[in-house]
């Protein structure tokens, strides 16, 4: 049985950082393509960024470009997400979801192209 599970959420001020962490158990990383979602109180969930089971592309919200970073280390089965110069805008439950596919090179951006999520963490920014 697959599961994920996310660490890293907290509180932090404005223009502060956090390392979120996803840690894939019970099958290998590397047949998976990742994604990180967000959920705001009372909103709907929505990508932050899909990489590839390579870890080669990408595909992100615009309003996190050039803040978040998303790096993948299969041999510990983890993938990271690094957010910079967080805004109250980020402010969210933080989900990792993992789509177990044949296809190297494909960043799935709906949330049903997953299969496997984890039950969140919370990111809250203030100032």
Not at 35 to 62: H, I, M, Y
Not at 82 to 97: I, Q, R
Request: hydrophobic share 35%; glycine share 10%.
């Amino acid at each position: 049985q697959v599961h994920l599970v996310e660490s890293g959420g907290g509180s932090v001020q404005i223009g502060g950082s956090l390392r979120l962490s996803c840690l894939l158990s019970g099958s290998t990383l590397s047949s998976y393509a990742m994604g990180w979602f967000r959920q705001a109180p009372g909103k709907e969930r929505g990508l932050v960024v899909a990489t590839d089971r390579d870890g080669r592309n990408a595909a992100w919200t615009e309003s996190v470009k050039g803040r978040f970073t998303i790096s993948r280390d299969d041999a510990k089965n983890t993938v990271y997400l690094e957010m910079n110069s967080l805004k109250p805008d980020d402010t969210a439950v933080y989900y990792c979801a993992a789509a177990l596919t044949s296809a190297p090179n494909v960043a799935y951006q709906r949330l049903d192209s997953y299969d496997y999520w984890g039950q969140g963490t919370q990111v809250t920014v203030s100032s």
